[in-house]
């Protein structure tokens, strides 16, 4: 089997990418480990930029996107007494929306049969070959058997644990790295929101968001110790620990009711670099991690995928060769922006462990400061509506 890209990874990096190639009629196959219910299992976070909407728009996959999203003009921190609210309209014209993450990629996934873009599922045992040539390859097992699949390129969209970023050579690649010391219990109830935008709450007892995927489901986060197990969290312990983080107003408003869905994830930020070598491209987790305070996990997923489909649309439509081999650069300039504010975001909300009575104090002070000043507030707003591709 021969195509122009090889994809491995069909989470919403790889999907959006298939799609753009072959609405540039660029022929491209991609490979997934699981199955699509599996794919369709993960549960992520619920905020989309203008980026990810702008893609959709271009392959004209927005509709469900546009009927069932929400609109938000802004966001707010709480810090124990005060509610910040960040305008983002206000300060960027732009808003983001409200629509789960995991529906971008069933958007995504339905629409692949009838765009004519190749999806293999089940695929066991991917491995990368000949990255270093003009002619690398995937190979893996479908049914029992042995398949090769080559190409020009090879897009790696594999996400944190996949096998393409572990294909470029350990002297070729730089790690950067660092792992919070809690983590983020998550809820998602059919209940409706205690507010209309966004909660970012950082109380004595810790970090607390409020957020949401439609005026009727809910998803609430509180960050917790590494240590802590699921099974000790009853669906009443949290609900009454968000309403104490999450402030008497809120928790006025808060309707409860049963987890739909209730996990712990692990926070940290992560990035690898070249995002290419040879003939691989690496776009999304596979490349780089962020937590999740701010949620840009899949849209930095989806900025990358802007980037790298121009540069294979430049190489297959305008033989421009310069185009991939400027990717990387490209990428990273954007990711390493992401990268500081989602640290920053966290940095500023979470209770460390290890902090002090200065940490805390620097934490008041930033948040003073951000109630206070317009240039703040702007800031915030520029980076949370997501930076310029
Ligand atoms: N072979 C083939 N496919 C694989 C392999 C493998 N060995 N290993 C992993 N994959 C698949 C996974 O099963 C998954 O479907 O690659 C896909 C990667 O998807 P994600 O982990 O969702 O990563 P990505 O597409 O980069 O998404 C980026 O979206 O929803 C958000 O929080 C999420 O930040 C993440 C972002
Ligand atoms: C979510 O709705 O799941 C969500 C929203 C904002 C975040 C993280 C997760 O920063």
Not at 298 to 313: E, F, I, K, R, T
Request: proline share 5%.
């Amino acid at each position: 089997m021969h195509t122009q890209v090889a994809i491995i990874g069909a989470g919403p990096a790889g999907l959006l990418l298939g799609h753009l190639l072959k609405a540039e009629g660029i022929d491209c196959v991609v490979i997934e480990r699981q199955t699509p219910d599996y794919v369709l299992s993960r549960i992520r976070a619920g905020v989309l930029e203008q980026v990810t909407v702008g893609l959709m728009e271009r392959l004209g996959l927005d509709a469900r996107l546009k009927a069932e999203g929400l609109i938000e003009e802004g966001f707010n921190l709480a810090d124990g007494e005060r509610l910040i609210r960040i305008d983002v309209e206000k300060f960027t014209g732009k808003t983001v929306w409200v629509y789960g993450q995991t529906e971008i990629t069933k958007d995504l996934m339905d629409a692949a049969p009838e765009r004519g873009l190749e999806v293999i599922y089940g695929a066991e045992d991917v491995a990368l070959h000949d990255i270093e040539s003009d002619a690398p390859s995937v190979t893996f097992r479908r049914d029992g058997r042995e398949e090769r699949l080559t190409a020009r390129f090879i897009a790696g969209c594999d996400g944190f644990h996949g096998p393409s970023r572990k294909a470029i050579p350990a002297s070729v690649g730089r790690e950067y790295e660092r792992v919070y010391p809690f983590g983020w219990l998550g809820i998602l109830a059919d209940v409706p929101p205690c507010h209309d935008e966004l909660i970012y709450a950082n109380h004595e007892r810790g970090f607390a968001l409020a957020s949401m995927r439609s005026k009727t489901r809910s998803r609430y986060y509180i960050d917790v110790p590494l240590t802590e197990k699921i099974e000790d969290w009853s669906d009443d312990r949290l609900w009454d620990e968000l309403a104490v983080r999450l402030g008497p107003e809120a928790a006025a408003n808060m309707t409860r009711g049963p987890a739909i869905e209730k996990s712990i994830a692990p926070l940290r930020s992560y990035v690898f670099e070249p995002m290419r070598h040879g003939s691989l491209l690496l776009c999304g987790d596979a490349a780089h991690i962020v937590p999740p305070t701010g949620a840009k996990g899949l849209n930095l997923a989806a900025s990358d995928v802007h980037y790298s489909a121009a540069a294979l649309c430049g190489y297959f439509k305008h033989a421009d060769n310069d185009a991939v081999a400027a990717y990387s650069g490209k990428a990273l300039a954007r990711v390493w922006k992401c990268e500081r504010f989602s640290w920053s975001l966290t940095k500023l909300m979470h209770r460390f462990p290890d902090d002090g009575p200065f940490e805390r104090a620097m934490q008041v002070a930033e948040l003073d400061y951000i109630a206070s000043s317009d240039a703040a507030q702007a800031s915030i707003a520029e980076n949370y509506v997501g930076l310029p591709v």
